[in-house]
Structures are given as structure tokens and as C-alpha cells.
């Protein structure tokens, strides 16, 4: 979460450029850039799971990346369980880091709402309405991709048995459950 909200010991500018790279990213969307290159960049260069973080969130933003240049972050479904966890911790209050902007002009604090409330940061990807379920469960040609997925995420743990959460989120990619 240190793209959004993760406090960090003397981590403002941490913080910052990641938010940064994010504006830029949602920016280069809304002119109709292709941000593929840019994309596909980040997930070979970069060793931080913040940038898997920021990435949801961009995809989240435009669900339709998950199809194509996001895949790769649906390989590991532990990602997509942290999704779940954060979005309920933002939804439920528990994360609220405009209480650090007390001391901010008027102008920045309403900035800086306006960033942490878009609208897009509260959807969970494998919910009713999140962006997986919306752009990937609803369309056909998608399945056989859905179910070499959960067949992956099952086969990563060798015959032990599913946690829980993998079991919920694995029949959220089930197009036979909606």
C-alpha cells in the first residue's frame, strides 16, 4: 500500500512517486495514450510490491488492462487476496491518511481527498462490479484463460489443501457462478 496510504518511516517521498507515476499513468489513459510499454516496463524492472499495488490500482482505473498488458499480475491470486484486504480496509474507515495533512493549506487537503477518494480505489477486482468480474468473467473468449488460471493457483500448492480465501477467490473467476 505504499502507493496510497502505508505509513512509512520518513516515507513522503516514497509516497510521492509512486503517486506520481500513478497521476501520470491515469493522465497518459485519459488522452487515450496506449500506457503498455510503460506498463509492461514496471512489471519487468521494478522488485517491489509496491508497483504491484499502484498497478491494480491504475487497472482499476481501466479494467480493460487486466486483458491484456495486466495479466501477469493475476498469476499470483495471494495479490488479488491483498486487494480484497486493502479495499475492506478502505471501505471500513481503518485507512485514513489525510489525518497526517493537519498542518496543509485548505487547497491541498481538499487535492488530497479528492486523489484518495476516486471512486475506483474502493472496488474490489473480484467482486460483483470490480473490474476482473466486469471485463474478464463477462466475456466468453475469456474462460479458457479463467480456468488455466484457477488450475494454477491450485496446482502452486501441491496437493495441500486450499486455504479459504484461494477456494472464494478461485470461484469468483468461475463464469458458471454467475
Not at 69 to 81: A, F, I, K, S, Y
Not at 126 to 150: N, S, T
Request: aromatic share 10%; hydrophobic share 45%.
Amino acid at each position: 500500500r505504499w502507493h496510497h496510504d502505508w505509513p512509512l518511516m520518513s516515507g513522503s517521498m516514497i509516497h510521492c512517486v509512486l503517486m506520481a507515476v500513478e497521476r501520470w499513468l491515469y493522465e497518459r489513459i485519459d488522452r487515450g495514450d496506449d500506457v503498455d510499454p510503460w506498463v509492461n516496463r514496471i512489471l519487468s524492472e521494478s522488485e517491489s510490491l509496491a508497483f504491484a499495488g499502484l498497478l491494480f490500482d491504475v487497472g482499476k482505473y481501466r479494467p480493460a488492462l487486466f486483458a491484456g498488458v495486466l495479466r501477469p499480475l493475476l498469476q499470483n491470486w495471494l495479490l488479488l487476496d491483498w486487494d480484497r484486504q486493502i479495499v475492506t480496509l478502505r471501505r471500513s474507515g481503518g485507512s485514513d491518511p489525510m489525518g497526517l495533512w493537519a498542518y496543509q493549506p485548505r487547497a491541498m487537503i481538499e487535492l488530497g481527498r479528492a486523489w484518495y477518494r476516486m471512486p475506483h480505489r474502493h472496488d474490489m477486482l473480484l467482486y460483483v462490479g470490480g473490474g476482473i468480474v466486469e471485463k474478464l468473467v463477462a466475456d466468453e473468449a475469456e474462460r479458457p484463460f479463467l480456468a488455466q488460471l484457477r488450475a494454477g493457483w491450485i496446482s502452486d500448492l501441491n496437493g495441500e489443501e486450499p486455504p479459504e480465501a484461494l477456494r472464494l477467490l478461485s470461484e469468483r473467476l468461475n463464469p458458471d457462478n454467475y
